[in-house]
């Protein structure tokens, strides 16, 4: 059996000889996806290759494209917050919370000190799984799986405080408008006291394997660097732009839900390259665990949302006992209250860069208009800049390491 | 880094493009908002982009809207600019009517207009004219329509069991 198919094999017996003449000018066009392993998403990218030398590169966008703009011209404000956590889910809450800050500031609602806490615990948590992704896929995608295996479980327990809050793991439409549904409970509480001691073992460990290994610094310097000035023509927000030298943080410039109390540093880097990227990306989880850390030591005491019937949902047990509470939950539930007119933006630093959020109300249950700046829509059209002339696996190493999130891409 | 008052910024447009140029000027918790015609839309980035105190080099976003009630200027394009020196936000609006939906690019200032611009001409239909790849972004290239437009219900319009009435719509 094994003979025959050795006979019919074309490749055995091929004279494999180089040969001379035109043949050594000839172009390659490789399709990398939509379905492929190392783009982590469903997206396109078409690359001419002379040889192993990517010559130009084409991307197409769109698979997963699910109209959420379009579908928020139809929804009550509170339904659209399921919307966002579908477009960065590796950091939902950040892109729930900045929603909830977006309708907070057209409807001039003001947060308790408490919420705002809270609100920056699930962020800055949902900024570690984040980065604990990206960082540890791209070393993956090095070839080192090790390293992936110590934090990912962190990602996972992460994973459970968001459920001890809000029910759900993934897609977590945590917080309402004014707050968040609940307090944070003791089990919360000791799991978060938990990460913030054991996290930072491992993340160590995660590091001594990987910032100076021989292997993982030669696949990843001078990759795909980018400079400041382009990254900034680009629309490059986030670490990805904190990589090529500018400091621009969204929570230090302009800072929401109480960021202007917690002591933090923006880490920049030199280059630009997938190394810098990388480097920002551990050191703003140190920042992170630093901020969490504050949060916890300075939570203040008071209610965990705002006294704003019209908006916030009501607990069900109220709802049950208490007529008025009946009344808030029906109209809510129904999108019968009207938002007042107006126009606003709001935007936070999400894991990948600037969230923004820019909402048009005509003083409708819905939006008039709703325009999702996504960072990683953005700044993935530089990727063919950012290649041209390197190498296939310095392309993957590359886009891992942009971290271009398919949901994100294609809201 | 300077304190730009928006003043600073309206002062500035109207000394280089004349008072009637620069309507519409209103102010969104705390971000100005401008609305200029079309054939000043390159210009005026060219100028708030070096410009030497209000350096507006940093292109937000960039996004479609439609009114079909405005006749004449149905559809809009609003320019998101950020100064990152002086932190102060900016929002240029153009209108242009739906027949002859014609914007000229800006990718020749922002590179990263151009995705922002595809989209809004997937999403809109509108026409920026020298965008070296005008095609659609997010949706099939056979779609033969703009979806965003207000004309298109996002609801199935066959089904009677959604009737607005009813849900105080």
């Known amino acids: 059996m094994s003979e025959v198919a050795l006979v019919n094999n074309p ?10 003449g035109p043949y050594v000018n000839e172009l390659t066009t490789l399709n990398l ?6 783009t982590h998403g469903i997206f396109q990218n078409i690359l001419t290759m002379d040889g192993e030398t990517i010559v130009d ?4 966008v769109g698979y997963i494209h699910r109209a959420f703009e379009k579908i928020a011209e139809r929804r009550p404000f509170y339904q659209i917050t399921t919307l966002t956590d579908r477009m960065n889910y590796c950091s939902a809450p950040i892109n729930n919370m900045g929603w909830h800050m977006t309708v907070e500031k057209l409807l001039g609602i003001e947060v308790p000190k408490r ?3 809270i609100r920056v615990i699930m962020m800055e948590l949902a900024r570690l799984a984040d980065h604990i992704i990206c960082n540890s896929i791209l070393a993956v995608d090095t070839g080192a799986l090790t390293g992936f295996l110590y934090v990912y479980q962190w990602r996972e327990f992460i994973y459970e405080i968001y459920e001890e809050l809000c029910g759900a793991r993934l897609t977590t439409n945590m917080g309402r408008f004014g707050g968040m549904e609940r307090d944070l409970s003791p089990v919360a509480m000791e799991k978060i006291k938990k990460i913030l001691a054991e996290l930072p073992a491992a993340l160590k460990e995660f590091e001594s394997m990987v910032v100076r290994n021989r292997i993982f610094m030669d696949r990843t310097q001078n990759v795909g660097a980018i400079s400041a000035e382009r990254a900034l023509n680009y629309g490059f927000t986030g670490p990805n732009l904190r990589a090529a030298g500018v400091d621009y943080d969204v929570r230090s410039l302009n800072p929401y839900s109480s960021y202007e109390d917690f002591d933090f540093e923006i880490p920049v880097g030199t280059k630009g390259d997938t190394y810098d990227r990388f480097l ?44 008025e509470a009946l009344i808030y939950h029906f109209k809510i539930v129904m999108g019968e209250i009207d938002a007042p007119v107006g126009e606003v933006y709001h935007s936070v630093e999400g894991g990948n860069g600037e969230l923004g959020f820019y909402l048009v109300s005509d003083g409708g249950r819905t ?22 002339g390197s190498t296939l696996s310095d392309a993957i190493v590359t886009m891992s390491s942009m971290n271009v999130i398919a949901g994100e891409l294609d809201t | 880094m300077e304190n730009v008052s928006n003043q600073q910024i309206i002062d500035a447009l109207q000394g280089q493009f004349g008072e009637e140029a620069i309507y519409g000027i209103a102010e969104s918790h705390g971000i100005l908002q401008v609305t200029t015609e079309v054939e000043h839309i390159v210009p005026m980035l060219h100028f708030l982009y070096q410009h030497p105190v209000l350096k507006f080099q940093f292109l937000t976003d960039l996004g479609g809207i439609h009114f079909p009630e405005a006749k004449g200027q149905e559809l809009g394009v609003i320019y998101h600019l950020h100064s990152l020196e002086n932190n102060v936000r900016l929002w240029i609006k153009i209108y242009v009517p739906i027949e ?8 020749g200032l922002f590179a990263t207009a151009n995705w922002m611009e595809r989209e809004a001409f997937d999403f809109y239909g509108i026409i920026f004219e020298g965008h070296p790849n005008l095609i659609r972004i997010l949706n099939v290239e056979d779609m033969d329509y703009h979806p965003m437009r207000k004309e298109y219900p996002l609801e199935d319009a066959t089904r009677d069991d959604k009737i607005d009435e009813l849900f105080g719509r």
């Open chain 1, 11 to 20: 490749n055995v017996g091929l004279d494999r000889t180089p040969k001379s």
């Open chain 1, 33 to 38: 996806g939509p379905t492929h392993p190392a």
């Open chain 1, 57 to 60: 590169a084409e991307q197409t």
């Open chain 1, 115 to 117: 919420a705002q806490y």
């Open chain 1, 280 to 323: 920002v990306r551990e050191e703003e989880m140190w920042q992170s665990l630093r901020i969490i850390q504050q949060a916890m030591d300075n939570l203040p005491e008071g209610p965990y949302h705002a006294d704003a019937p019209h908006y916030y949902l009501p607990a069900k047990q109220e709802v049950y006992r208490n007529m």
């Open chain 1, 367 to 388: 939006p008039y208009r709703l325009k999702f700046r996504r960072p990683g829509y953005i700044y993935y059209q530089a990727f063919p800049e950012m290649i041209k």
């Open chain 2, 100 to 107: 002859k939906p014609e914007v000229p690019t800006v990718t």
